[in-house]
């Protein structure tokens, strides 16, 4: 594959729950983010990492953790999830530097 | 797909006509200021960038205007097609310091034939 893939596509997932949204880049980038986008809304920045083994928080980090243990891998995981969580997640790398971000196609969570 | 855009402000215009979206941003610390296409069910793509000591960049079809005195930003779009039809964001990163990329609101493009 060439790009940045997400999985899974889609979840529901019961309150209280933990949780993992996956996310692998084969694009060698340093630069990783997570992404939350409500319906009818923009993406607001959850957590970013700006190369392996780094990462920092974003504009609406609580309730989320993710690690970067290698370049290629970037997971978000909800400890306990709540309905507020219910949105679409994205993904998005780039080079360090750079400008443009390529995303994944998106997980859409739901949370009851 | 998901649906996005369904609150935000929406541009209509018609086919063949130019289009500008508007962006305000808030943080002068900014390196570059980009904008990004988003169709429906879809993540953001990248279309233009502007470094934040330039005021303009063309690219085909596309030209953005950086107004640093009022923290505008807005991008032109020449012979608007149907293809166009999607949510337009601005966003800004701060390239030296901590690489985040951080998206501003949304303009939702509209195009009629």
């Known amino acids: 594959i060439a790009g940045i893939t997400q999985a899974p596509t889609s979840q529901i997932l019961a309150a209280g729950r933990r949780m993992t949204l996956r996310c692998t880049q084969d694009m060698r980038h340093n630069a990783m983010y997570w992404y939350r986008q409500d319906l009818g809304l923009g993406l607001r920045l959850i957590h970013y990492?700006?190369?392996?083994?780094?990462?920092g928080k974003g504009e609406v980090p609580d309730g989320y953790s993710v690690s970067r243990a290698n370049t290629d891998d970037f997971p978000l995981t909800l400890a306990s999830a709540v309905p507020s969580q219910t949105s679409v997640y994205f993904c998005a790398s780039s080079h360090r530097g750079g400008t443009e971000a390529f995303f994944g196609q998106g997980t859409r969570l739901t949370v009851v | 797909g998901e649906s996005v855009g369904l609150h935000l402000p929406t541009l209509s215009v018609q086919e063949g006509d130019n289009s500008i979206i508007n962006c305000a941003y808030s943080?002068?610390?900014?390196?570059?200021f980009i904008w990004y296409k988003q169709e429906s069910g879809k993540g953001p793509q990248f279309i233009i960038d502007i470094r934040s000591n330039m005021d303009k960049r063309q690219g085909q079809r596309v030209t953005v205007l950086l107004n640093k005195t009022v923290k505008h930003l807005s991008l032109q779009i020449a012979a608007t097609q149907p293809g166009d039809s999607a949510v337009y964001f601005c966003a800004e990163k701060a390239i030296y310091n901590t690489d985040k990329l951080i998206f501003g609101t949304g303009t939702r493009l509209q195009v009629f034939p």
């Open positions: 990492s700006n190369t392996a083994g780094t990462t």
């Open positions: 943080n002068s610390a900014s390196d570059y």
